[in-house]
């Protein structure tokens, strides 16, 4: 009888321990789909199976396979589940309700079977607005941009319907599994063709500007950002496969515009970039009013939940002005970026408790309108013409890319290292927690 009985809990712990370890990875995928970095979804798997009773869980991410192994400390007998990441997107909305909902595991867990309806419930639960006002919210990016470069009513127009098209264009070729690469071949070539409508429409508008606005729009949901914090914080296999996937982003886009320009000189458009155009503060209220334009419409386009779309237009406007003022006292493009970031990243941390939303939803939507699209296209269109300056354009495009994803990552690291968010829960990984809503305070918890 004593051993039937033994028998029977042995099976019922490792049943246990499957539903617990497949619940864990489930929850995990979701926030790691939707843009949280490797070591917050790392983090998140084991601090849920502690909370469940598994301890000695190993986690590990490499960009599309999530794994998780618990070893049983009596039989030393392994269980170990994995799980293929198949589509990345990013979605702040599912990844807040996500995080929201590990946080309400890990305070008090509850019957597995039903953390699994709570989780299933999100994962089907309708957008937060419908399609056509997501595509809306990347047509405002474009229109932000245009703003922000100095565009006029035609170049916002134009800015306008040429971002809507991208978007319906780019997500159709994703429906029929098209790859990425030649997504943003098609959506770069269709700024300039736009460009040209622009230049015959209205001779004295710059048609270049359209082109630019549409690159700020198409690199704004490149995964900079969380390639650099995969890296920092050592998770260096995932990091590299992201910035692997930036570059291939940006590698498409760039020769889709460089394509299109190539065939419209051919007619008789040369696209050119005023060096005027750069921003001073002496037009600071129409860029501020530019920068809210763009973070709302990006909010929109990754469904930022509604109760921190007034801090991301605070921030947002908060970063132009930093940038500007760095860039005013002569501090350089990059480092006028970088520090721009910091002061967003410092007040993040504080926001995101406010509003009850994870900092990386608020850094990453308040950074957008400092995205290197100028710069960008000024270096494409210095090396077709022959000019070894391209070059050094296009790098400096990328170490802005950086330092705006290291100076928020640097502020979080900072933030939470001084007032602690659980420490029992980080003392084993590099940088900070980004997608998890954490608790800012030296005393214990359980919540991240």
């Known amino acids: 009888m004593t051993d039937a009985t033994t028998s029977i809990g042995i099976f019922d712990s490792a049943g246990y ?12 995928e979701v926030i790691f ?13 084991e601090a849920i199976t502690r909370a469940y009773g598994l301890k000695g869980t190993e986690a590990n991410i490499t960009h599309t396979i999530i794994t998780l192994t618990h070893e049983d400390p009596g039989t030393h007998e392994s269980i170990t589940r994995s799980r293929n990441v198949k589509y990345r997107s990013l979605n702040y909305g599912k990844l807040t309700a996500t995080s929201a909902l590990i946080v309400e595991l890990l305070d008090q867990p509850m019957d597995v079977p039903d953390a699994r309806k709570a989780l299933a419930t999100i994962v089907s639960s309708k ?5 056509l006002y997501r595509r809306l919210g990347w047509s405002l990016v474009g229109v932000g941009a245009a703003v922000l470069i100095g565009g006029g009513p035609v170049v916002l127009v134009a800015a306008f319907v040429a971002t809507f098209f991208i978007d319906m264009i780019t997500n159709a070729l994703d429906r029929r599994q098209a790859p990425l690469f030649y997504q943003n071949v098609v959506g770069g070539a269709i700024g300039p063709i736009v460009a040209a409508v622009v230049a015959l429409i209205d001779p004295t508008a710059n048609p270049s500007l359209v082109v630019i606005a549409t690159i700020i729009m198409l690199l704004a949901g490149v995964t900079t950002f969380g390639a650099v914090h995969d890296t920092l914080s050592g998770f260096y296999l995932t990091g590299t496969a992201r910035l692997m996937e930036a570059l291939l982003i940006t590698g498409g886009l760039v020769t889709g515009v460089a394509g299109a320009s190539l065939l419209l000189a051919r007619f008789g458009l040369q696209l050119t970039v005023d060096a005027k155009l750069t921003p001073t503060l002496a037009n600071l209220p129409t860029l501020l009013a530019a920068s809210v334009v763009i973070v709302v419409g990006f909010g929109l386009a990754v469904q930022v939940p509604w109760r921190a779309f007034w801090v ?18 002569g501090f350089g493009l990059v480092w006028s970026s970088g520090a721009s970031a910091m002061g967003v990243g410092l007040a993040a941390a504080v926001a995101a408790r406010i509003v009850r939303t994870p900092p990386l939803v608020i850094v990453v939507t308040s950074l957008v309108p400092l995205v290197p699209g100028l710069i960008l296209f000024r270096g494409l269109l210095e090396l077709s013409d022959g000019e070894i300056n391209g070059l050094l354009s296009l790098l400096t495009a990328g170490a802005v890319a950086v330092a705006l994803a290291a100076g928020a990552i640097l502020s979080q690291y900072i933030v939470q290292f001084v007032w602690g968010p659980a420490r029992r829960l980080q003392r084993r990984f590099v940088g900070p927690l980004m997608a998890l809503p954490v608790r800012l305070s030296r005393s214990p918890g359980k919540r991240i």
């Open 17 to 28: 321990t499957r539903s617990v370890l497949d619940l864990t990875m489930r929850l995990a």
């Open 312 to 329: 991301i237009c605070v921030l947002g406007a908060g970063a132009e002005f930093l940038y500007l003022a760095a860039a005013s006292a």
């Open 33 to 45: 789909a939707a843009g949280a970095g490797a070591e917050d979804a790392t983090a998140a798997m």
């Open 127 to 131: 957008p937060q607005v419908p399609a």
